[in-house]
């Protein structure tokens, strides 16, 4: 019952599961009751998306070494007891229930889901192979 980890607004794949949007805005005009019928996510769980200001911070990196400071900032911010207990359900319903994780970004190596990922898998989360 692996995490799957997906662009928000595409076509949903098999196995799929509940779509989490762990994104800090919702996308732009699109009614909240068409979330889910057009692909974007069934849930908005933006407490594990990184802060406003260093989501522009994410946005603006164009090197290695600004890839780095972001993921340790964005890591920092995870580290806080309510996110912390957030991603500890995350990793444990992975378990037992399919469910996905995504965002808006086309490149995910370079978007707050690749260092989400990882810290769910220092949780202990299982993600279907290749994710």
């Not at 509940?18 to 019928?37: C, H, L, M, Q, W």
Request: glycine fraction near 6%; hydrophobic fraction near 40%.
């Amino acid at each position: 019952m692996p995490v799957q980890v997906v662009r928000l607004g595409t076509p949903r794949r098999k196995g799929e599961g509940i779509r989490i949007g762990t994104v800090r805005r919702p996308p732009r005009g699109v009614r909240k009751s068409d979330y889910a019928a057009q692909n974007w996510y069934d849930v908005w769980l933006p407490d594990v998306a990184p802060t406003p200001e260093l989501m522009k911070q994410g946005q603006a990196v164009e090197t290695e070494a600004q890839w780095a400071a972001f993921a340790k900032k964005y890591r920092r911010e995870l580290a806080a007891p309510d996110k912390t207990r957030a991603l500890q359900l995350l990793a444990a319903f992975s378990a037992s229930s399919d469910f996905s994780i995504g965002c808006y970004c086309e490149d995910r190596n370079r978007c707050h889901i690749a260092v989400l990922s990882e810290v769910l898998a220092e949780l202990g989360a299982v993600f279907r192979d290749g994710e």
